[in-house]
């Protein structure tokens, strides 16, 4: 099945997504898939509302493999860590948004095991970015207001100019999560 990564704007978005319940052949399939439309683009992390999905999983890998969580829980998080992060749901945008540096994770992998990760800088990042999806959140709110007004600014050029490029300051920027 062909999965079209939804772009800002799309609704589903905006909605917080069901826990999953059963860890079946088909869950197993559709991570599979997301991994590779997340590899495609490229991205390091992809969330299942992001391809229309309304489950609370998502699937990364930062280079150390793929993986999925299902139905995670942020349990302690720590300190603060500034890093510019982008969305494959708005793409070409990039804003230096600050999160907490460490956290701690809890989920079930696709073997329906209960795991945590201690996770840290990157990681930890794609983490919240992911887990925000799942609960309807977008990057916009975890900016500051100017920072917000900025990026949708930023965003509506873009989308409104066919052909237009991001500002000069993006095109160094390698990475995308999710
Ligand atoms: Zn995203």
């Known amino acids: 099945m062909a999965h079209e990564i939804r772009i800002f704007g799309d609704p589903v978005?905006?909605?917080?997504?069901?826990?999953?319940?059963?860890?079946d052949g088909k869950l197993i399939t559709l991570a599979d898939e997301m991994l590779q439309v997340m590899y495609d683009r490229p991205g390091i992390g992809l969330a299942a509302p992001q391809v229309g999905i309304q489950?609370?999983?998502?699937?990364?890998?930062?280079?150390?493999?793929?993986a999925t969580l299902?139905?995670?829980?942020i349990k302690e998080s720590r300190g603060e860590w500034v890093y510019e992060e982008g969305c494959l749901s708005i793409?070409?945008?990039y804003v230096e948004i600050v999160r907490p540096k460490e956290i701690l994770i809890a989920a079930v992998d696709l073997n329906g095991n209960d795991i945590e990760i201690e996770a840290d800088e990157l990681l930890a990042r794609l983490f919240q970015h992911e887990f925000d999806h799942l609960h309807g959140t977008l990057m916009f709110e975890r900016m500051t207001p100017d920072q917000r007004k900025e990026a949708l600014t930023e965003w509506r050029r873009m989308r409104d100019e066919p052909g237009a490029?991001?500002?000069?300051?993006?095109?160094?920027?390698?990475?995308?999560l999710t």
């Not at 299902?70 to 829980?73: A, M, R, S, T």
């Open 13 to 23: 978005l905006k909605t917080p997504a069901a826990p999953v319940t059963d860890i």
């Open 55 to 66: 489950k609370q999983f998502f699937v990364y890998d930062i280079g150390d493999g793929p």
């Open 70 to 73: 299902i139905n995670p829980v």
């Open 91 to 93: 793409p070409d945008l």
């Open 165 to 176: 490029t991001p500002k000069p300051k993006a095109e160094k920027r390698k990475i995308r």
